[in-house]
C-alpha cells in the first residue's frame, strides 16, 4: 500500500529518495533518481537492508540510532557504494513521515555531491596554480580590497619592503602598513598619494617610491575587477634602483620625476647636480643651466647654523639617508622653507653612485601653523591676546613676582551700554567699535603689560611690576582716552567703561583669582554708576554672595509658595470711607525669616526676575480683588508695576487676559506707574497707556516728585491718579518745603482733574493738613498697615459706608 501511495510522488522528484521501513530499516521503494545514482536497477535496491548500500564505518552507528528511534530528521554527508563498487558522495536527510494513521516510514532524501566535489578540487588546483604564479613573479605583489585591507601579497614582496617574520607569520593590517610608512624617505607624499589612489577606485597609475635602505622601487597599480566592478587594487613593485646606475637610465626615470609635484634633483657622487625636474626648477626660480652642475650646497642653508649642509653631506655618506628642514635660496634673492629628504645610492660594488633629493615648499604649512597658533592665542577679532596666553604670560610673571616680592595687578575693563551700540548699529559696527577700543587701551600700556579679550566687551589687563598709585594713574588714563569721541562712518559717539582692579598678593595668588576680584570690583562700578574704577576689597564678595544666596532663595520662595500679598488701605479724607487698596508684596522665608521688600525688590530688578515676581502680583491681586467683587463688597486694588515688566512686548496682553479669564470688572484693577516709565520712549509708552485704558484698567502715577515730573505727560497721558510720596508728607505740616510741595500737587491735580493719594501718613496732624488742602484719600500706619486678606475684610466691615 505503501509503494503504491508514494511512487508516483517520489518518481516526480529531481532528488534520489528511498523509502526505508523503521522496523527493519529494509528499503521500501526508491525512485529512478536513485537507481541512477548508484547504477542499480530497482529490483536490486527494494527489500535491501539500507546499511548493505553504504560504504562508511560510521553508516552503521548513524541507521542503528535511526532504528533505536533516538531521531526523527537527520541530515549529514556520507558515501555509498555503486554497482561499480566505487563510493558516491552524498548529502542526506533522512526524515520521518506517517503516510497512513497507524504506520510510518523513513523517507531519505539523497543529493549526488560528486559535481560539487570536483567543482571544488578545480577550484582549489586554480588557487594552487594563482599562487604559484604570484610567487613566481619577479615583481612585489600585494592585493587589497576597496577598504585598503590587505588580502595577499608574495614573498617577493616582503623581500623588497624587508617585511619583520613577526608580520609574516601573524596577520595584522595596520601593522603592515604602518611598517611600509616608516620604509619610504617621504613618509607625507606617501600617505598623501595612497589617498590620492583610495579616491579614485579605477585609477591606473605608476610611480616612483624611495626606501630609507636606498632601495628604489617602481609601483605600479591597477584595479581589480569582478562584473564589471573594481573589487581591490593590485600593487606591483620593482627594485629599479639598480635601473638608475647610469646616465642613460636616470633619462628614463625622469619621465617619471617630471610629473611630480614634489621638487626632485639627482646628483652625481661627487654631489654637483646632474638632472632636476620642473617641480625643481619652478621652486628654486632657476634656469635648468645654473642648476646643473652645482651643489645643492649653492642653493640650500639654515641661518641658524652654518654648517648645517657639510654635517648633512657627512650624514648621508655614512647612513645613506638624510630627512629634515631646511632653506631654500630662490632666483629673486628670496627664500623660503622646505621639507627635505636625501638619499643615497650605491653600486653593485657597494660604491656611491648617485644620490636623489626630495624638497617641498612649507610657505604654505608654515602660514597654517602661523594661523592656527594665531587663532589658538590670539582673539580673532582684535588680534589681542586670548585668555590662553593671558593665562601663560600671567603665571610665569606671577612667578618671578613671588621670587622677587614684586607686585602686579589685574584690570577688569566692561563698556558701558555697549549692548545698545550692537543692538542700533549692527554687530558688524560694534565690532568695530570694539577694535578701536582695543587700539586705545593698548595705547595706554607698557611693552611688559598684557591686554586680553575675554569676549563680548569685557577686557582683561595684566600689569607686571604695579602697585596700587601706578594701578590708578593708569585707569585715569585709560578712563581719559574712553572719553575721547569715537568716529566710525561719519559718526560721532561716546563709549565709557567700567574698571574693577585687583592687586599681587594683597587680592589673589593666582590669575583667575584676581580676575574674579578685578570682576567683583567692576561689577560694583557699574551699580553705582559707571564710568569709574574701583579697587576689589574683600567685602565686596560678601556683599555679592549675599546677593547671589538672596537671588537664589527669591526663586526658591516662588516655587514653593512662600509670597503673599498684604493690602493697605486707602481711606477718603472727606468720610473716612474705604476707597481703595494697594497690593504689597511680602515675603516669610524659612531660613532668612521676614525678607524686607527694600532688600529683594532691587535684587530682582538688576536680575531681571521682577518681571516674574510682577506677574505673580497681578495674577493674586486680581484673583483677591475678584473674590471680594464676587462677595459683594467689591475694592479697588493697585499694585506697582515695574519699568522692566512695563516694557515686555507682551505686556497689556498679560493684564487683558487675567482680568479676562478672573472675570474681573477692569475698573477694580489699577496700575501704578513711576514716572521714570513714563518718560522712556513716550510714543510707545503712551500707546500702551491707552491701550490699558482701553480694557478699563485705571492707571496712576507712584511716588509722584521723586523723579523727573512733567506737566506734558501729565496732559498726554490717560492717568486718573496721583500718589504723593511719603518723602513730602513726613514733614507735614511744620516743613516749609514739603507744605509748598504738596500744596501745589494737589493743586495742580485738581486743575488736570486727577485724584491725590497722600502716601506714608501717620498723624492726625497730617491727616488734617492734607484734608484742609483738598487732598482727596490717605493711606498709612495711621489707618493701618498691609493686612492679609482677612483681617484686611475685618477693617473694611468696621469702616463707613462712602457717600453717594
Same mark, same amino acid.
Given at each position: 500500500?505503501?509503494? &503504491?501511495?508514494?511512487?508516483?510522488?517520489?518518481?516526480?522528484?529531481?532528488?534520489?529518495?528511498?523509502?526505508?521501513?523503521?522496523?527493519?530499516?529494509?528499503?521500501?521503494?526508491?525512485?529512478?533518481?536513485?537507481?541512477?545514482?548508484?547504477?542499480?536497477?530497482?529490483?536490486?535496491?527494494?527489500?535491501?537492508?539500507?546499511?548493505?548500500?553504504?560504504?562508511?564505518?560510521? +553508516?552503521?552507528?548513524?541507521?542503528?540510532?535511526?532504528?533505536?528511534?533516538?531521531?526523527?530528521?537527520?541530515?549529514?554527508?556520507?558515501?555509498?557504494?555503486?554497482?561499480?563498487?566505487?563510493?558516491?558522495?552524498?548529502?542526506?536527510?533522512?526524515?520521518?513521515?506517517?503516510?497512513?494513521? +497507524?504506520?510510518?516510514?523513513?523517507?531519505?532524501?539523497?543529493?549526488?555531491?560528486?559535481?560539487?566535489?570536483?567543482?571544488?578540487?578545480?577550484?582549489?588546483?586554480?588557487?594552487?596554480?594563482?599562487?604559484?604564479?604570484?610567487?613566481?613573479?619577479?615583481?612585489?605583489?600585494? &592585493?587589497?580590497?576597496?577598504?585598503?585591507?590587505?588580502?595577499?601579497?608574495?614573498?617577493?614582496?616582503?623581500?623588497?619592503? *624587508?617585511?619583520?617574520?613577526?608580520?609574516?607569520?601573524?596577520?595584522?593590517?595596520?601593522?603592515?602598513?604602518?611598517?611600509?610608512?616608516?620604509?619610504?624617505?617621504?613618509?607625507?607624499?606617501?600617505?598623501?598619494?595612497?589617498?590620492?589612489?583610495?579616491?579614485?577606485?579605477? !585609477?591606473?597609475?605608476?610611480?616612483?617610491?624611495?626606501?630609507?635602505?636606498?632601495?628604489?622601487?617602481?609601483? $605600479?597599480?591597477?584595479?581589480?575587477?569582478?562584473?564589471?566592478?573594481?573589487?581591490?587594487?593590485?600593487?606591483?613593485?620593482?627594485?629599479?634602483?639598480?635601473?638608475?646606475?647610469?646616465?642613460?637610465?636616470?633619462?628614463?626615470?625622469?619621465?617619471?620625476?617630471? @610629473?611630480?609635484?614634489?621638487?626632485?634633483?639627482?646628483?652625481?657622487?661627487?654631489?654637483?647636480?646632474?638632472?632636476?625636474?620642473?617641480?625643481?626648477?619652478?621652486?628654486?626660480?632657476?634656469?635648468?643651466?645654473?642648476?646643473?652642475?652645482?651643489?645643492?650646497?649653492?642653493?640650500?642653508?639654515?641661518?641658524?647654523?652654518?654648517? !648645517?649642509?657639510?654635517?648633512?653631506?657627512?650624514?648621508?655618506?655614512?647612513?645613506?639617508?638624510?630627512?629634515?628642514?631646511?632653506?631654500?635660496?630662490?632666483?629673486?634673492?628670496?627664500?623660503?622653507?622646505?621639507?627635505?629628504?636625501?638619499?643615497?645610492?650605491?653600486?653593485?660594488?657597494?660604491?656611491?653612485?648617485?644620490? /636623489?633629493?626630495?624638497?617641498?615648499?612649507?610657505?604654505?604649512?608654515?602660514?597654517?601653523?602661523?594661523?592656527?597658533?594665531?587663532?589658538?592665542?590670539?582673539?580673532?577679532?582684535?588680534? !589681542?591676546?586670548?585668555?590662553?596666553?593671558?593665562?601663560?604670560?600671567?603665571?610665569?610673571? =606671577?612667578?618671578?613676582?613671588?621670587?622677587?616680592? %614684586? %607686585?602686579?595687578?589685574?584690570?577688569?575693563?566692561?563698556?558701558?551700554?555697549?549692548?545698545?551700540?550692537?543692538?542700533?548699529?549692527?554687530?558688524?559696527?560694534?565690532?568695530?567699535?570694539?577694535?578701536?577700543?582695543?587700539?586705545?587701551?593698548?595705547?595706554?600700556?607698557?611693552?611688559?603689560?598684557?591686554?586680553?579679550?575675554?569676549?563680548?566687551?569685557?577686557? #582683561?589687563?595684566?600689569?607686571?611690576?604695579?602697585?596700587?598709585?601706578?594701578?590708578?594713574?593708569?585707569?585715569?588714563?585709560?578712563?581719559?582716552?574712553?572719553?575721547?569721541?569715537?568716529?566710525?562712518?561719519?559718526?560721532?559717539?561716546?563709549?565709557?567703561?567700567?574698571?574693577?582692579?585687583?592687586?599681587?598678593?594683597?587680592?589673589?595668588?593666582? !590669575?583667575?583669582?584676581?580676575?574674579?576680584?578685578?570682576?567683583?570690583?567692576?561689577?560694583?562700578?557699574?551699580?553705582?554708576?559707571?564710568?569709574?574704577?574701583?579697587?576689589?576689597?574683600?567685602?565686596?564678595?560678601?556683599?555679592?554672595?549675599?546677593? /547671589?544666596?538672596?537671588?537664589?532663595?527669591?526663586?526658591?520662595?516662588?516655587?514653593?509658595?512662600?509670597?503673599?500679598?498684604?493690602?493697605?488701605?486707602?481711606?477718603?479724607?472727606?468720610?473716612?470711607?474705604?476707597? *481703595?487698596?494697594?497690593?504689597?508684596?511680602?515675603?516669610?522665608?524659612?531660613?532668612?525669616?521676614? $525678607? @524686607?521688600?527694600?532688600?529683594?525688590?532691587?535684587?530682582?530688578?538688576? @536680575?531681571?526676575?521682577?518681571?516674574?515676581?510682577?506677574?505673580?502680583?497681578?495674577?493674586?491681586? #486680581?484673583?483677591?480683588?475678584?473674590?471680594?467683587?464676587?462677595?459683594?463688597?467689591? &475694592?479697588?486694588?493697585?499694585?506697582?508695576?515695574?519699568?522692566?515688566?512695563?516694557?515686555?512686548?507682551?505686556?497689556?496682553?498679560? &493684564? *487683558?487676559? $487675567?482680568?479676562?479669564?478672573?472675570?474681573?470688572?477692569?475698573?477694580?484693577?489699577?496700575?501704578?506707574?513711576?514716572? @521714570?516709565?513714563?518718560?522712556?520712549?513716550?510714543?510707545?509708552?503712551?500707546?500702551?497707556?491707552?491701550?490699558?485704558?482701553?480694557?478699563?484698567?485705571?492707571?496712576? /502715577?507712584?511716588?509722584?516728585?521723586?523723579?523727573?515730573?512733567?506737566?506734558?505727560?501729565?496732559?498726554?497721558?490717560?492717568?486718573?491718579?496721583?500718589?504723593?510720596?511719603?518723602?513730602?508728607?513726613?514733614?507735614?505740616?511744620?516743613?516749609?518745603?514739603?507744605?509748598?510741595? $504738596?500744596?501745589?500737587? /494737589?493743586?495742580?491735580?485738581?486743575?488736570?482733574? =486727577?485724584?491725590?493719594?497722600?502716601?506714608?501718613?501717620?498723624?492726625?496732624?497730617?491727616?488734617?493738613?492734607?484734608?484742609?488742602?483738598?487732598?482727596?484719600?490717605?493711606?498709612?500706619?495711621?489707618?493701618?498697615?498691609?493686612?492679609?486678606?482677612?483681617?484686611?475684610?475685618?477693617?473694611?466691615?468696621?469702616?463707613?459706608?462712602?457717600?453717594?
Amino acid at each position: 500500500m505503501t509503494r &503504491v501511495v508514494w511512487r508516483p510522488l517520489i518518481e516526480g522528484l529531481l532528488e534520489s529518495v528511498w523509502l526505508v521501513d523503521p522496523t527493519d530499516l529494509r528499503i521500501l521503494s526508491v525512485n529512478q533518481a536513485a537507481c541512477d545514482l548508484l547504477g542499480l536497477a530497482r529490483q536490486d535496491m527494494v527489500g535491501k537492508p539500507a546499511i548493505e548500500l553504504t560504504a562508511t564505518p560510521e +553508516d552503521q552507528f548513524f541507521w542503528e540510532d535511526v532504528a533505536a528511534g533516538l531521531t526523527d530528521s537527520i541530515h549529514s554527508e556520507t558515501l555509498l557504494r555503486g554497482a561499480d563498487g566505487v563510493a558516491v558522495a552524498v548529502e542526506r536527510r533522512v526524515s520521518l513521515v506517517w503516510p497512513e494513521a +497507524d504506520r510510518s516510514v523513513y523517507l531519505v532524501g539523497i543529493r549526488d555531491l560528486r559535481q560539487q566535489r570536483s567543482t571544488e578540487d578545480e577550484l582549489e588546483q586554480l588557487v594552487a596554480e594563482l599562487r604559484a604564479t604570484l610567487e613566481s613573479t619577479a615583481d612585489g605583489i600585494l &592585493v587589497s580590497d576597496m577598504a585598503g585591507g590587505i588580502r595577499n601579497y608574495n614573498r617577493r614582496f616582503a623581500e623588497l619592503w *624587508a617585511v619583520p617574520e613577526a608580520l609574516l607569520l601573524t596577520r595584522n593590517d595596520a601593522a603592515l602598513c604602518a611598517h611600509l610608512t616608516s620604509q619610504v624617505s617621504d613618509a607625507a607624499l606617501y600617505t598623501q598619494r595612497l589617498q590620492d589612489i583610495a579616491d579614485n577606485p579605477l !585609477l591606473e597609475a605608476a610611480d616612483i617610491l624611495v626606501l630609507t635602505n636606498a632601495r628604489v622601487l617602481e609601483r $605600479v597599480t591597477r584595479p581589480q575587477y569582478s562584473r564589471g566592478q573594481p573589487t581591490g587594487r593590485v600593487f606591483s613593485f620593482r627594485d629599479i634602483t639598480q635601473s638608475l646606475a647610469a646616465e642613460s637610465q636616470l633619462k628614463l626615470a625622469a619621465k617619471v620625476f617630471e @610629473s611630480s609635484l614634489e621638487a626632485i634633483f639627482i646628483t652625481r657622487a661627487d654631489f654637483t647636480i646632474l638632472a632636476v625636474n620642473p617641480a625643481c626648477l619652478g621652486l628654486t626660480q632657476c634656469p635648468p643651466e645654473k642648476l646643473l652642475g652645482a651643489s645643492p650646497k649653492d642653493f640650500f642653508f639654515d641661518p641658524q647654523n652654518p654648517e !648645517l649642509l657639510t654635517n648633512v653631506v657627512a650624514r648621508l655618506t655614512e647612513h645613506g639617508f638624510w630627512r629634515g628642514q631646511l632653506w631654500l635660496r630662490q632666483q629673486d634673492l628670496g627664500a623660503c622653507a622646505v621639507q627635505a629628504s636625501w638619499v643615497l645610492l650605491r653600486d653593485d660594488a657597494g660604491q656611491v653612485s648617485h644620490s /636623489i633629493g626630495f624638497f617641498r615648499d612649507l610657505t604654505e604649512e608654515h602660514a597654517a601653523q602661523k594661523r592656527i597658533e594665531q587663532l589658538a592665542y590670539n582673539d580673532v577679532l582684535t588680534g !589681542l591676546p586670548n585668555r590662553l596666553l593671558l593665562s601663560q604670560r600671567a603665571e610665569f610673571a =606671577l612667578r618671578v613676582a613671588e621670587r622677587n616680592g %614684586g %607686585g602686579c595687578g589685574v584690570f577688569f575693563i566692561d563698556l558701558d551700554r555697549f549692548k545698545n551700540i550692537n543692538d542700533s548699529m549692527g554687530h558688524n559696527f560694534g565690532d568695530r567699535v570694539l577694535v578701536d577700543v582695543a587700539q586705545r587701551l593698548l595705547r595706554c600700556l607698557r611693552d611688559t603689560d598684557t591686554l586680553c579679550r575675554l569676549g563680548g566687551d569685557e577686557f #582683561v589687563i595684566f600689569l607686571q611690576s604695579m602697585d596700587a598709585r601706578g594701578a590708578e594713574v593708569l585707569a585715569q588714563r585709560i578712563l581719559e582716552a574712553m572719553g575721547q569721541a569715537f568716529h566710525v562712518d561719519d559718526m560721532q559717539f561716546s563709549v565709557g567703561c567700567s574698571i574693577g582692579i585687583a592687586l599681587y598678593p594683597e587680592d589673589g595668588h593666582t !590669575l583667575d583669582t584676581l580676575i574674579k576680584c578685578a570682576d567683583t570690583a567692576m561689577y560694583l562700578v557699574k551699580a553705582r554708576g559707571r564710568g569709574s574704577f574701583r579697587f576689589y576689597q574683600p567685602q565686596m564678595n560678601v556683599n555679592l554672595l549675599s546677593h /547671589i544666596k538672596m537671588d537664589h532663595a527669591m526663586r526658591q520662595a516662588m516655587e514653593r509658595n512662600l509670597f503673599r500679598l498684604a493690602y493697605q488701605p486707602q481711606i477718603s479724607l472727606a468720610c473716612g470711607s474705604l476707597l *481703595a487698596a494697594e497690593a504689597l508684596i511680602r515675603w516669610t522665608d524659612d531660613d532668612l525669616g521676614v $525678607v @524686607s521688600p527694600g532688600l529683594f525688590i532691587p535684587l530682582a530688578e538688576a @536680575s531681571g526676575y521682577i518681571t516674574t515676581l510682577g506677574n505673580w502680583v497681578l495674577e493674586e491681586a #486680581v484673583r483677591q480683588a475678584t473674590l471680594w467683587q464676587n462677595q459683594g463688597t467689591p &475694592v479697588t486694588v493697585s499694585i506697582n508695576v515695574s519699568a522692566l515688566q512695563f516694557q515686555q512686548p507682551d505686556f497689556v496682553d498679560i &493684564v *487683558a487676559a $487675567v482680568v479676562s479669564i478672573a472675570g474681573l470688572a477692569p475698573h477694580l484693577l489699577e496700575l501704578e506707574l513711576t514716572e @521714570s516709565i513714563l518718560i522712556q520712549d513716550a510714543n510707545e509708552t503712551l500707546g500702551r497707556l491707552h491701550a490699558l485704558a482701553a480694557l478699563g484698567v485705571a492707571l496712576s /502715577i507712584d511716588d509722584f516728585g521723586t523723579g523727573y515730573s512733567s506737566l506734558a505727560y501729565l496732559k498726554r497721558f490717560p492717568i486718573s491718579k496721583l500718589k504723593i510720596d511719603r518723602s513730602f508728607v513726613t514733614g507735614l505740616p511744620d516743613d516749609e518745603g514739603d507744605r509748598a510741595i $504738596v500744596s501745589a500737587t /494737589i493743586g495742580m491735580a485738581r486743575g488736570l482733574k =486727577l485724584k491725590v493719594v497722600a502716601e506714608g501718613v501717620e498723624t492726625t496732624a497730617q491727616r488734617d493738613y492734607l484734608a484742609s488742602l483738598g487732598c482727596e484719600s490717605f493711606q498709612g500706619f495711621l489707618c493701618a498697615p498691609g493686612l492679609p486678606p482677612d483681617q484686611f475684610e475685618a477693617l473694611m466691615h468696621s469702616l463707613p459706608k462712602p457717600l453717594r
